[in-house]
């Protein structure tokens, strides 16, 4: 199949690349590489450096590549960006994701995939939240991805337009931007591996979901595989295992531990720190991913120390590299 990733050179969308490439599809990418890079991709990969806000642009890639299947996970991702900026927020992921919506529809794509939001959408839960739970987001980036679901439902209703809001839960792995607000992993990589202290938040008693970028690139995957006639359908993609932020400094800090010590270095990662607590961070955040295990054969594999270790050995490599 063809299939075109939007913000395809970004952390996500080009673990998506990558696992589709697996398979044997022919993958394109749009990207305006405001926070992605050419670097993340094959160089086989055509990448069109397009806005998914610049509409005539984009109707020339949906011309040329005339995708059979969309995945669409470029977004304006920063919850404190959208509380200063909301019509920025609007302009990226609803009117761009209208712009995807309708080539998508036009051009007869089959499936499309869509990059929303566990956390923002349930709030602060206890126990994991399954995709009934009732949504209500607060920041704006929570209500664009609200509203994108909704598009997603009329395109389906009206149009025929088969799609899929995957709602994650907080990603991490190699390539994540350790200067994105969401990217905890990747920021305490990076001051770990260089022999300085990571701060926590606040007590660190955040229970967060962490589901690694591979994993969610293979739920992408099995959607595309379904043989699902729905208009439309939410997923959760998560692990449903609660992890606070003091426990994963500890696991990230052993693990950044042994990859300087098997290499030679004589850095030492000191212990965190503890600063403010950060305004409007949810306690706990958990989501079930039973629907996708049941429909979509779909669940996580790979364990949270097993994905922290091969995400400290891509820092410390991209770090050694200058990158």
């Not at 996500?12 to 990207?31: A, N, Q, T």
């Not at 919506?101 to 959408?121: D, I, K």
């Not at 399954?130 to 994108?148: L, N, Q």
Request: with cysteine.
């Amino acid at each position: 199949m063809r299939v075109l990733v939007t913000g395809g050179a970004g952390f996500i969308g080009s673990h998506i690349v990558d696992v589709l490439r697996g398979e044997g599809h022919e993958c394109f990418v749009v990207d305006n590489l405001s926070s992605g890079s050419p670097d993340n991709l094959p160089a086989d990969v055509r990448l069109f450096e397009v806005d998914i806000r610049d509409g005539d642009r984009l109707r020339e890639v949906f011309d040329e590549v005339r995708p059979d299947w969309v995945s669409h996970q470029a977004a304006q991702m920063s919850v404190s960006r959208s509380v200063r900026e909301p019509a920025f927020d609007a302009e990226v992921n609803v009117m761009g994701l209208l712009n995807v919506l309708g080539e998508s529809q036009r051009c007869g794509v089959q499936r499309l995939t869509f990059a929303s939001s566990g956390g923002v959408l349930y709030g602060d839960v206890e126990s994991p939240a399954d995709e009934d739970h009732p949504a209500d987001p607060i920041s704006p980036y929570g209500i664009s991805k609200w509203v994108g679901e909704r598009y997603l439902q009329f395109y389906a209703r009206d149009y025929g337009l088969k799609s899929v809001a995957l709602r994650y839960a907080n990603v991490y792995g190699p390539r994540q931007n350790p200067h994105g607000e969401a990217g905890v992993v990747a920021i305490f990589c990076t001051k770990m591996l260089q022999g300085e202290a990571a701060t926590v938040n606040g007590d660190g008693k955040y229970i967060r979901d962490y589901v690694y970028c591979e994993d969610v690139a293979r739920a992408n995957l099995a959607v595309f595989q379904s043989e699902s006639d729905a208009g439309f359908r939410a997923y959760n993609v998560g692990t449903s295992v609660p992890t606070d932020v003091n426990e994963l400094e500890v696991s990230l800090r052993t693990a950044c531990g042994a990859v300087l010590k098997e290499v030679g270095s004589e850095l030492q990662v000191p212990e965190a720190g503890h600063g403010p607590p950060r305004a409007g961070d949810l306690r706990s955040s958990l989501v079930s991913y039973a629907r996708a295990q049941q429909d979509l054969g779909w669940q996580p594999q790979v364990a949270l120390d097993d994905g922290i270790t091969q995400t400290a050995r891509w820092f410390y490599d991209k770090l050694s590299a200058g990158a």
